[in-house]
């Protein structure tokens, strides 16, 4: 038998780090843009600082749009934060946009890159308006400060 208690304690120290299509190929793509520092790189940090903090950081990535969708959906009753890289579906995916309303999880969108510095498409963001905050264009520390920012935001409603 599972104790609620426990389980709702878990899903209070628990965040989750979705990454989006083409960031399996950060560190290797346009490096000028993505730095050099691989994906697997800066999740493995994220994690050993979340535990530092107190905290469990699960992380999943996908280049499929039904992939990242389940993994918010599946998110609903165990996570207390989600981090958002959604890559280019931040521009284009309503279904994404309407899990993330689904669940009512706060979350904070980021990006490596300035997205307000590149091509007009990535200007808007279909997302944005849901998030808690949004980290855009601190290349691979944009990850560490929504990590910092998402662990403030529960300390903060946790003291209220």
């Given amino acids: 038998m599972v104790n609620t208690e426990d389980s709702e304690n878990l899903a209070a120290k628990s965040l989750l780090l979705i990454n989006g ?16 520092k691989t994906l697997d790189g800066i999740v493995d940090e994220l994690k050993e ?40 579906y931040s521009h284009s995916s309503i279904a994404i946009r309407d899990a993330l309303l689904a669940v009512a999880i706060p979350f904070i969108e980021l ?38 920012a998402a662990i403030h935001y529960l300390e903060d409603i946790r003291s209220d």
Avoid: C, W
């Fill in 49 to 88: 600082h979340a535990a530092i903090r107190g905290f469990n950081l699960v992380a999943t990535q996908s280049n499929s749009e039904g992939a990242l969708v389940d993994a918010i959906q599946k998110s609903r009753d165990s996570v207390s934060f989600i981090l958002l890289n959604a890559g280019a």
């Fill in 111 to 148: 990006h490596i890159s300035n997205v307000y510095s590149r091509e007009s498409f990535r200007h808007r963001s279909l997302i944005a308006d849901l998030a808690q905050g949004v980290i855009v264009g601190f290349g691979a520390h944009s990850y560490s400060l929504a990590l910092e």
């Fill in 21 to 36: 299509p083409n960031l399996n190929m950060v560190g290797l793509r346009e490096p000028d843009i993505y730095g050099s």
